[in-house]
Each structure stands twice: as structure tokens, then as C-alpha cells.
């Protein structure tokens, strides 16, 4: 699995996403991904509590810990390497959660224009 450059949406070396929970597509704590990663996983978010449920519903169910696999489950105010497509799927239904785009991996503008994440951005002075 060779992995694609670590860098973010500015172009910039990207930041560690989170490390409690730790995340990632690799468990490196950052969004990086590989072709093998077919969901993604390069938008790094702030759960909400009303994000953690509309996942639920979806059928990620987040939030609860499942110890067999050593996940501990995300509460709200955890960063998040979050599928693309999940993202993109919460922001149409009106429940897209916070960004950290320092943290948001190149690859994740294949699936959502620069445009979308912006006005959710946690890091943008």
C-alpha cells in the first residue's frame, strides 16, 4: 500500500488530524490515504454530538466503542479523518460537521470543491 504524498489542501505538509481516538486510513493519526483507500478517508473533523447521531442513523454508528478491534468510539469534539463522500453526504442532508483543512488531505478535492469546505473551516483566520 504506497501512500500518497502527505500533504493537504493548500498544498502545504499536512498536520496531524487527531491522536484520542487515534484515526486515519493508516491509524497514523493523520488523513493521509492510498489507492487502497477506497472511502477516502482524508477530511479531518470536529465530531458534534448532531453529526455523531446523523452517522448513526446512517449506519456508521461512531460513537460506540468496540473493544475487539481497540476503538474506543468518538465523542463529540474529537478530530476525525471522515470519509469524502460521508462528508459530502452530510453537507446535502444539512448535517456537515466542522473542517480543519490544515489537517484535510489533497485528495479529498477530487470529491469536494475547495468552495464547500471553506465555510465549515475550524482553521481559517
Known amino acids: 500500500m504506497e501512500m500518497e504524498e502527505s500533504i493537504n489542501v493548500f498544498g502545504e505538509p499536512l498536520e496531524i488530524c487527531g491522536g484520542n ?19 477516502s478517508h482524508t477530511v479531518c473533523i470536529e465530531a458534534s454530538s448532531q453529526f455523531l447521531e446523523y452517522s448513526r442513523f446512517k449506519g456508521n454508528d461512531l460513537s460506540t466503542p468496540v473493544p475487539e478491534v481497540g476503538f474506543k468510539g468518538i465523542k463529540a469534539g474529537n478530530a476525525w479523518c471522515l470519509c469524502a463522500a460521508r462528508w459530502l453526504q452530510a453537507l446535502a442532508d444539512d ?29 481559517l483566520s
Open 21 to 39: 481516538p487515534v484515526t486515519g486510513f493508516y491509524r497514523d493519526s493523520k488523513c493521509n490515504t492510498c489507492a487502497q483507500d477506497t472511502g
Open 95 to 123: 448535517r456537515a460537521p466542522r473542517v480543519y483543512l490544515k489537517r484535510t488531505h489533497i485528495k479529498a478535492l477530487e470529491l469536494i470543491p475547495i468552495e464547500l469546505l471553506k465555510p465549515f473551516a475550524l482553521d
